[in-house]
């Protein structure tokens, strides 16, 4: 119902109420306005951001128009000097969205998954003016020409700036408004119809006045995609455009847009000026034109001097060229053609699975892809028909085997006629119809029929008359110079799989199908079916029928049978002559089914007969089970049958009757002689697409992989398969030959490398270090390398001396991730002499040169610095370009981009030498050098180019076609003479330029070294190829235990020694081959050493002392230290005062309290210990001695003292500060420890206060707790460490240590012996269950331990186990695995335990029945400890403490978090949060303290509350740190926004990978990500109206972008390779926007923007004097990393005035004067600055210091004050909008400042 009152047409305008605005949407500037030249009211949407003025239809995005129609009409005019865009969303028949936008701001057209892009180029006749359009949309076409999908309905439309729209309508019919109104006649709509178009209706008509001569004088049309652009008679389009662009002299000519056109009237011929084109060898004056469709024609003088022809038979060429008789006088590539088409090894027998035989029987006639092919079956020699665009769908030989006739795929397709003996292309015809999948030529070779599908779906089927193809021409002609007729044609919707013309009448023919049979007959110009009645059969499908040849001189001429094959597996007998069905027989011997089966039988089963064909004597039969059967005419049962490997696709039966020839599924093509009754194999091939190809150097043989899981090695001396491997449920993506051993190494998808020997087809090795799909791997020249890496970033660098490759490397994220598509295997090359290896990483811009030998980074190539210049010959707005494939030649580096821009480096220094642009239109997918170092050969746009390797001709390169996709890539042979190029088949050239100096001896008797015994050399049986897939056999368990253990840290990728020597402890690395008389095979392994049981878990001899537990302190590193100096005023003189922080010190151990007792609850962040009233969350800060992080406290049990501890500095040693908790002042502060304090805990009875050192000071220190005088202390062997300590409870004096080494466990006992204190310390023997338990982990370690009673101490370890000590024996009672990881913390009452560790879990415990175990054996054995609950955190717990009952606990994490857990409500509730890692960027989101944003290196940007001190919002990107952020100062009320509820603005994100988030608080989503820049970005600011977003990046890249839209409007270049540090935006009294950037090199421009006018212009250009610097220091972002930043603010209360910082010979703040271009005022600093901002009264500027210090200044009188409040460099200072308010940032904590006025 929903397409009948969508008929004719739909008016969308009227339909939806554009104008009254209920059920559509209007937003900026939309008005409605009188337009005189089409005299009609007409709506104006205008403005600077196009997506902020619309019309919207409908008004609700999630709602739908349903509008059905395939065509779609918007009647519009382009605002003069604007852009505009169109966006119409269209849902497919898979419920799939697709975007289809139209604007003049494209240019070009763009497609992808979910989005089309369309430009519109306006042909008005006068510069700066704009006509009206007339937009014709085919949404149908569009869907399945680029999206290959099926159309549904129009689901929006949004009409945006700048333009002025009269209507909108849908229809299914096209309609023409050039067509003239008045046509009323029956005769003229008849011949509309039949066309398929109608006049425009009045409402959709523009006004034609009676003086116009024609409608296109007036205005513009434009269709797309255009139908009537067809393929070009002479050459391809990608040749065309190229010799287009060498006759008119112009490298850099953007390629024509033939999709969508926009029409004028057409004009006659003008004739250019003439003149001397020695391009093309014409020495001739010659005419230029541009047709309709953008093409354009060459046109000479004479036709004899110039013709444009194609592979002529003699050369077997493909190479199209434009010659000449004449003498040439140019320099060009030579020869001319340099490549000469030898062998093709394909067979596409899903696109077209036909099988010709020559009418003299010695050629089989099939398709490859877009060639033709015919082959000898004898000598196997190959001739070719090149010229299709596309793959070949149907082709077809008359009797007499002098014409063919063929057609491709896709749409628009074209039919050829050629010549088939001398291998002419005759005629070019146009079909009617929108594909052809049957084609089929009379004996007579007189009457040409094609089957396809027109416009609507249906089959359309049209006769021809060819008999006037001449066979002897030469020329290919096109339709009219030949006068080939339309006898008739006819749409049906009975589907047409098959059809043949009789060979007995040119005027009949035969179909079959799905579920139909019919005689077809042309009876006075008019074709006519009738249907074979099936009866009960009518439900099966057909898919071939043939013709009976033998029959009686005496017999009626159609007195003849036809048989017809089905997909149940049976053939059809009918007459000819009574058009009805004689019998059905099965096809196979075996028994079937009974008949009425047939119609209900599954389709395509095994049995399924796909083809039929038919001799005088026998009917050859081909089913999907891969037999071939030759029946008896009579049916009496077959009498030969031979087998193939895969199901048979085609039969075809010679004209003698003797041979059959037969072609599978699997790619293969054979010959079955009836008469000796032997099969032969005329043609292997891949099934499917092939990926990656590679030459050996010694023998005559290549390797191919493919997306068929195959890999098979090719005699390249014969062009036949000689070895095929199988690779079951994986794709092998590249593939690499031994330089001289007879074996090949491939990678997968999934991350394997194997490496095969291809003789005895033994898997040598199997390696899986890549988790992700393997994108390069070379055996180095040399043989003695094999580096492989992959899209995960791991390269791998192999030993390939030894036969086993065992590994000698691995490094991480060493190669680009984000690779495109078009990359492929080339992403890693080495140079010939094996010193260089070539590889596209770290990141996507770059390219690193390595030592093969030992992975030493040699050089690195910055391809983003370089394509970034401004003569590098690309726009300078234009997307960020990146190397896709490196390469070597001749002491060069060649790197292609994914702008077909060809880089050429010095492979020494890495200067850049040469730059060729438009190596292809579109893309380039291949790459090679070839040996001499004379010539490179590219591939892309499905074409070949040879190309000049100095590239100083006046024609560099010839083109060549033959593949009808994409080229995978090419391989040379290494004397020169052929190239191999793959991708939808293997295509094998002679090359025929200069050859290699000395010519590589090609021989099958290699002999070589293999580490094998058995000699390796090819014998005759070698030869042969194997009738069985030879498959790997399983893999045999390896002998030894070992685990394969390497090192993949950051650390292994930054120097150059063996990981073995990386590793921590040391291990013994060794290699393990497996024995050759073995039937199985071993893949070896890197095994480390392990210890004998005896030394497992505690290992005294350790190398590094330092402890593998993560309950062990390490203090987080720091390049900053305290300042030496600085200024405090007194409390009352303070200009800002410390209110709150916001963060937890997750680095921290046992750095929370919870006395729940007395509800103390304080933590530590920084070297601040904060203090908070969980009752009324008030928060104080402790603010004592401590310069360093906090790294443990403690409580005295009556809550009345607590402790802190930090560690050493180069200015303090280690503090532990004694605090008054009633007064919260700090009593005392001890100094002993040198290093880190790692434990601290008081006695139950508070009399002592234990500390404890880190490793590096293993020392156990005493105090009394009265006074806080040390009194003893205790050293540990250097090699241990202590971790954690536990005062017995019930006995005074005693206490029990856990660590690592010497200091595992424990007992200590305070002796007082006098005024003399001494430790009585006893150690325990570890049970070796326990040792056993570190199997895992390699070494134990105790971590953590509580006293559960009287009798019971718990201790916890890094395996995860917790063992029960009874501590009557000080033995160990039991032990059980608690936890997979290590425990960091425990905690008991006797009844339950409570435990957490690494792995963030914490788990209630039921320990009842321990006490009991601890009495005898028996009760041990029967002890049940089960686990009550668990709740899992966000990371490793670092401190935890629980009430007596375990009903509730505060839990810490390593991610900055402090947790409530409720064991009794299971629930965990957030109490403090914090960034786990540092802070990058901070800002304000309101005029008030409420809410701001933070950005972090953990990839979260998290919005904050101020007054609450919570998190309110989290946005996280996983692996990407954030780098910066800003908000908008405009808030965009949505429309649907309620009065009572906040809106906040929009918020943007800038992270490392050069992305943009911008991200929609309210709607807590992200509403758009864009990628300005190709490096991280180092700050962003919005202009003050909030519609442009300006960042800037470390390459020095400024780029302006709009946030409505994400399209970046302009990038400023001015910085380049200087990192930007600071930016600034204010605005000017008239409203202009005023802003600035900052760059480390103590630059700042200034710049004045009219965003709505697209001006940006440079104000002044500021360069501030610095300190003499040693050139050869400077090394890129390290130098500037190591040197103050430089920053700058315009003054908010005056921009003319900008307060500036940055390294210089002072440390000074200059204010600078854009007025008088002078510094006005100079303010003196005592520490360099890292951050500043000026508040928005202008009263006060804060100052950001390395040396930790936060710097007020007063902004009229100079003075300042100094804050200590930090613990590392303060990295960012911001006021908040009122003045009232200051964040300061250092690391991971927010100190939120009290500003006095």
Request: glycine share 6%; hydrophobic share 35%; net charge negative.
């Amino acid at each position: 119902m929903s397409r009948l009152w969508q008929h004719p047409y739909v008016n969308v305008f009227k339909h939806f109420g554009v104008g009254e605005w209920k059920k559509c949407s209007k937003q900026g500037d939309v008005t409605t306005t009188m337009d005189k030249s089409i005299k009609s009211t007409v709506y104006r949407i205008q403005g600077s951001i196009p997506a902020s003025n619309f019309i919207q239809i409908p008004r609700v995005l999630s709602q739908s128009l349903h509008l059905t129609g395939s065509f779609i009409y918007v009647l519009f005019k382009p605002i003069a000097g604007k852009f505009f865009v169109i966006h119409i969303d269209v849902t497919t028949m898979d419920h799939l969205i697709t975007r289809i936008s139209i604007s003049n701001l494209f240019k070009e057209l763009k497609a992808t998954a979910t989005s089309l892009q369309i430009p519109f180029i306006p042909s008005s006749p006068v510069p700066g003016e704009s006509r009206w359009a007339f937009l014709i949309l085919d949404l149908k076409s569009t869907l399945t020409k680029y999206q290959n999908r099926r159309y549904q309905c129009v689901k929006n439309v949004k009409l945006c700036a700048n333009l002025l729209v009269k209507n909108l309508f849908t229809s299914d019919i096209l309609f023409d408004p050039m067509i003239p109104e008045n046509v009323k006649r029956r005769r003229e709509y008849a011949a509309l119809l039949r066309e398929g178009t109608m006049p425009v209706p009045k409402e959709m008509a523009f006004p034609v006045p009676k003086d116009a001569a024609e409608w296109l004088e007036l205005y513009d049309i434009m269709r797309f995609p255009d139908e009537r652009n067809v393929v070009p008679v002479a050459m391809s389009t990608a040749v065309a455009v190229e010799t287009t662009r060498r006759l008119m002299g112009e490298e850099n000519v953007a390629p024509p847009l033939p999709q969508a056109s926009v029409e004028k009237k057409k004009k006659k011929r003008k004739e250019m000026t003439k003149r001397e084109l020695p391009e093309v060898g014409v020495n001739e004056p010659v005419k230029i034109e541009a047709d309709h469709r953008g093409e354009i024609h060459v046109y000479a003088e004479s036709d004899d001097d110039v013709r444009i022809h194609e592979e002529p038979i003699e050369n077997n060429s493909s190479f199209v060229q434009a010659s000449t008789s004449r003498k040439q006088n140019y320099k060009s590539l030579t020869p001319d053609p340099i490549l000469k088409l030898r062998h093709v090894i394909g067979y596409s027998g899903s696109a077209c699975r036909q099988l010709l035989w020559s009418h003299d029987c010695c050629e089989v006639v099939f398709a490859c892809h877009g060639v033709i092919v015919a082959m000898e079956a004898v000598s196997r020699q190959q001739r070719f028909f090149i010229g299709h665009t596309q793959p070949v769908s149907a082709f077809s030989l008359n009797s007499s085997s002098t014409l063919l006739a063929s057609t491709q795929s896709g749409s628009n397709p074209v039919i050829r006629l050629w010549n088939f003996p001398k291998g002419h292309s005759l005629a070019i015809i146009q079909s009617q119809a929108t594909s052809l999948h049957a084609i089929s030529l009379s004996h007579s070779g007189s009457v040409l029929v094609t089957v396809g599908r027109d416009t609507h779906g249906k089959h359309f089927v049209c006769v021809r008359d060819v008999s006037s193809a001449d066979v002897t021409s030469r020329k290919p002609r096109h339709l009219h110079s030949l006068r080939i007729s339309t006898i008739s044609k006819a749409h049906t919707d009975v589907h047409v799989a098959c059809l043949k013309i009789a060979p007995f009448d040119d005027t009949r023919m035969i179909s079959c199908g799905r579920d139909n049979v019919r005689f077809w007959r042309v009876k006075d110009n008019t074709l006519r079916s009738c249907p074979v009645n099936l009866g009960e059969h009518h439900q099966v499908n057909f898919t071939d029928i043939a013709f009976e040849l033998a029959y009686q001189a005496n017999q009626p001429i159609d007195d003849r049978k036809i048989y017809a094959s089905s997909e149940s597996g049976h053939v059809f007998e009918m007459s000819y002559k009574d058009v009805c069905l004689l019998r059905v027989v099965p096809a196979s011997p075996l028994p079937h089914p009974s008949i009425p089966s047939v119609a209900t039988s599954h389709v395509d089963s095994a049995h399924s007969v796909r083809c039929i064909a038919a001799s005088e004597v026998f009917l050859a039969v081909g089913s999907a089970d891969g037999l071939l059967r030759l029946w008896k005419t009579d049916f009496t049962g077959p009498f030969l049958e031979t087998e193939l490997e895969g199901g048979v696709l085609s039969v075809c039966v010679s004209s003698d009757g003797l041979k059959v020839a037969v072609s599978s599924d699997k790619g293969d093509i054979g010959v079955l002689d009836a008469s000796s009754q032997s099969c032969t194999t005329l043609l292997r091939s891949h099934a499917d697409a092939v990926l990656a190809v590679d030459v050996h150097n010694r023998r005559q043989h290549f390797v191919t992989s493919s997306e068929d899981q195959t890999i098979r090695v090719w005699n390249l001396a014969q062009n036949a398969q000689e070895f095929d491997f199988q690779a079951p449920d994986e794709i092998p993506s590249c593939i690499a030959y031994h330089p001289t051993r007879n074996c090949f190494a491939f990678g997968s998808d999934i991350g394997c490398v194997r490496v095969f020997h291809v003789t005895n087809t033994n898997l040598l090795a199997e390696y899986r270090h890549h988790s992700e799909r393997v994108c390069g791997l070379v055996f180095t020249p040399d043989g003695q390398r094999l580096i492989s890496c992959s899209t995960d970033g791991l390269i791998v660098l192999y030993d390939s001396t030894q036969q086993s490759c065992p590994v000698v490397r691995i490094l991480a994220n060493v190669v680009a991730r984000k690779l495109p598509a078009t990359s492929s295997s080339h992403v890693l090359a080495v140079n010939a002499a094996s010193t260089q290896a070539a590889l596209i990483g770290p990141s996507q811009y770059a390219v690193t040169v390595v030592d093969p030998i030992t992975l030493d980074e040699v050089l690195c190539l910055d391809i983003g610095s370089v394509l970034a210049e401004p003569n590098s010959g690309g726009p300078a707005d234009s997307e960020l370009d990146s190397p896709t494939q490196v390469s070597f030649s001749s002491g060069h580096i060649l790197v292609m981009t994914s702008q077909c821009r060809l880089l050429k480096f010095d492979s020494e220094t890495g200067r850049i030498l040469t730059e060729v642009s438009n190596i292809h239109r579109s893309s380039c997918t291949s790459m090679v050098v070839s040996p001499n170092g004379k010539y490179l050969s590219t591939a892309g746009d499905k074409v070949i180019k040879v190309w000049d390797y100095k590239m100083k001709l006046d024609i560099n390169f010839q083109v060549f076609i033959g593949h009808s996709s994409d080229i995978s890539e090419m391989r040379f042979t290494p004397d020169g003479s052929t190239l191999v190029t793959v991708g939808d088949a293997i295509f094998v050239w002679d090359f025929l330029g200069k050859p290699t100096r000395q010519r590589v001896a090609w021989s099958d008797d290699v002999t070589e070294n293999d580490g094998d015994d058995d000699d390796d050399r090819l014998t005759a049986a070698d030869l042969i190829p194997r009738r069985d897939v030879p498959v790997p056999t399983p893999r045999s368990p390896p002998t030894s235990k070992r685990s394969l253990v390497l090192d993949t840290t950051v650390e292994a990728e930054q120097t150059s020694v063996p990981p073995r020597q990386l590793q921590r402890p040391p291990r013994e690395n060794r290699y393990e081959d497996e024995s050759e008389s073995s039937s199985s095979y071993d893949v070896a392994e890197i095994d480390p050493a392990l210890p004998s049981e005896e030394d497992l878990g505690l290992i005294e001899d350790m190398s590094t002392s330092e402890p593998i537990a993560f309950c062990h302190f390490r203090a987080r590193k720091k390049g900053s230290s305290l300042a030496k100096r600085c200024y405090v005023a007194p409390q009352d003189e303070a200009g800002i005062q410390l209110d709150s922080v916001l963060g937890y010190n997750g680095n921290g151990r046992n750095n929370m309290i919870w006395h729940y007792q007395t509800g103390l609850f304080a933590y530590s962040c920084g070297s601040l210990v904060v203090v908070e009233n969980l009752a009324t969350s008030q928060q104080k800060q402790l603010i004592g001695s401590h310069v360093e992080e906090i790294s443990t406290m403690a409580v005295q049990h009556d809550g009345q003292v607590l402790a802190s501890a930090s560690g050493a500095s180069r200015r303090s040693p280690s503090q532990i500060n004694i605090w008054d908790v009633a007064t919260l002042t700090c009593k005392k502060v001890l100094s002993y420890h040198k290093a880190q304090i790692v434990s601290l805990e008081f006695s139950r009875d508070d009399q002592y206060m234990l500390s404890t050192g880190d490793y590096a000071e293993p020392v156990l220190a005493l105090w009394d707790a009265r006074d806080f005088d040390l009194l003893t202390v205790a050293r540990c062997s250097p090699a241990a460490a202590f971790h954690s300590i536990a005062w017995n409870p019930y006995v005074a004096g005693e206490f029990v240590t856990v660590g690592s080494n010497a200091a595992a466990l424990q007992f200590w006992r305070i002796e007082e012996k006098g005024d003399q204190v001494e430790f009585n310390v006893f150690e325990p023997e570890i049970p070796k269950e326990i040792k056993r338990s570190a199997r895992k982990n390699r070494f134990l370690e105790f971590t953590s331990l509580c006293y559960a009673d009287e009798k019971t101490l718990y201790v916890g370890s890094t395996a995860g186990v917790i063992s029960a000590w009874n501590l009557m024996t000080n033995t160990c009672c039991l032990h059980w695995q608690a936890e997979d990881a290590e425990i960091t913390q425990i905690f008991s009452n006797g009844d339950y335990l409570v435990c957490g560790g690494v792995n963030g879990k914490v788990s209630l415990w039921c320990v009842a029945g321990v006490r009991d175990a601890l009495q005898d054996e028996e009760s041990r054995k029967a002890t049940s400890i089960t686990v009550e609950s668990d709740m899992t955190l966000d990371g490793p717990l670092t401190a935890a403490s629980f009430d007596d009952d375990f009903e509730l606990g505060i839990v810490g994490t390593a991610h900055g978090t402090l947790w409530c857990v409720n064991w009794k409500d299971k629930t965990m509730v957030h109490m403090v949060t914090g960034h786990p890692k540092k802070i990058t960027g901070i800002s304000f989101i309101g005029p008030t303290f409420d809410l701001f944003g933070s950005s972090s290196d953990d990839g979260c940007l998290r919005i904050w509350s101020g007054t609450e001190r919570e998190q309110r919002l989290q946005f996280q990107v996983v692996n990407q740190p954030c780098t910066c952020l800003c908000f908008s100062p405009v808030i965009d009320l949505p429309s649907d926004h309620s009065s009572d509820k906040p809106c906040y603005p929009l918020c943007a994100g800038g992270y490392a990978n050069g992305t943009i988030r911008f991200f929609d608080i309210n709607a807590e989503d992200m509403r758009r990500k864009i990628q300005p820049h190709g490096s991280a970005i180092t700050c962003m600011e919005f202009s003050k109206d909030g519609h442009v977003l300006i960042s800037a990046c470390l390459s020095g890249l400024v780029a302006v972008s709009s946030p409505s839209t994400g399209l970046t409007i302009r990038i400023i270049r001015e910085h380049k390779r200087v990192p930007i540090s600071d930016l600034s935006v204010a605005n000017t009294d008239d409203g202009k926007c005023l802003w600035l950037a900052a760059a480390r090199d103590q630059r700042v421009s200034v710049w004045q923007s009219d965003w709505s006018t697209d001006r940006c212009e440079i104000v002044d250009w500021l360069t501030f004097p610095a300190p003499p610097i040693d050139e050869r220091q400077k090394s890129g972002e390290e130098w500037f990393r190591d040197i103050p930043p430089t920053l700058a603010r315009f003054c908010p209360t005056d921009p003319s005035l900008i307060v500036y910082s940055g390294y210089s010979l002072n440390k000074e703040m200059l204010i600078y004067s854009l007025e008088q271009k002078l510094v006005i005022r100079s303010l003196t600093l005592t520490h360099w600055p890292t951050c500043i901002d000026v508040s928005p009264n202008g009263h006060l500027i804060a100052v950001g210091c390395g040396d930790r210090i936060v710097k007020i200044i007063d902004f009229d009188a100079g003075t300042f004050q100094d804050f200590t409040s930090h613990d590392d460099c303060v990295a960012a200072v911001q006021f908040s909008f009122d003045s009232k308010r200051l964040l300061s940032v250092s690391h991971s904590n927010i100190h939120a400042w009290y500003v006095a006025h």
